[in-house]
């Protein structure tokens, strides 16, 4: 089965500082996808970014980042520049090939002005 | 961009009565949709697989006559709760894969969720 951890429930973060998420996942696949996912409190789901576990490049998107270690099965989140908006609840997840999504317990991101 | 829709979005009903939840894709088809519930201020737990044209399937632990799923076109899936309780009381989410065209990133898209109150 797959599992995805996320070890900080809470977090909380300068307006325009660094702020990294952690992750981590169990697997036995090859093929699969990891996601960071927001969800503000219209409970919306909201794609962050993503990751294809083929690909060794880290994803980027604007501000946010990754770090993909695959043999440590590790996928942080690093936010830039934190504004705002940024804050909403962060669920990691894992994809299998067959698209079932398995989420993290989350991390609550609050961003102070 | 491909959107989809649940509905109700929130509904309240009475212990023992049936609810039933709509998800549809709203500009492309979805051979397979996926259920999901969230507790409050918990993740969201994959609950099941729904597949056009045939059975739903379950993850260990979901009822599958608690939970009744069916897929009945390219468009629609539905979640039926039935005999409602109190402890049914949840957000539920369903989520659809877009096709993968050539070139292009399959997309999974999220509905707004709907949110069950069993009194």
């Known amino acids: 089965a797959q599992t995805v951890t996320q070890s900080q429930p809470e977090m909380s973060v300068q307006e325009a500082e660094t702020v990294t998420l952690s992750c981590t996942y169990d697997t036995s696949e090859s093929d699969y996808y990891l996601f960071w996912y927001k969800q503000p409190p219209s409970r919306q789901m909201i794609l962050v970014i993503r990751q294809e576990a083929y690909k060794q490049q880290n994803a980027t998107e604007n501000r946010f980042s990754v770090n993909f270690q695959k043999a440590a099965k590790s996928f942080s989140l690093k936010i830039s520049d934190s504004q705002l908006g940024d804050a909403a609840m962060y669920f990691c997840a894992y994809r299998r090939s067959s698209n079932q999504f398995y989420f993290g317990t989350g991390t609550s991101l609050t961003v102070i002005p | 961009g491909a959107v989809v829709s649940q509905h109700p979005s929130r509904v309240i009903c009475k212990s023992g009565t049936s609810v039933k939840i709509e998800c549809r894709s709203l500009?492309?088809?979805?051979?397979?949709m996926f259920w999901y519930r969230q507790f409050p201020k918990q993740s969201l737990m994959l609950m099941a697989t729904?597949?056009?044209?045939?059975?739903?399937?379950?993850e260990q632990g979901v009822e599958k006559d608690k939970f009744l799923i069916n897929h009945a076109s390219l468009t629609l899936s539905t979640l039926t709760v039935t005999s409602a309780h109190p402890e049914d009381s949840s957000f539920y989410i369903c989520?659809?894969?877009?096709?993968?065209?050539?070139?292009?990133?399959?997309?999974?898209?999220f509905g707004p969720g709907t949110r069950l109150l069993v009194l």
């Open positions: 500009d492309f088809q979805a051979t397979t």
């Open positions: 729904s597949n056009e044209g045939s059975k739903a399937t379950y």
């Open positions: 989520s659809a894969p877009t096709p993968l065209l050539a070139g292009d990133q399959e997309t999974q898209y």
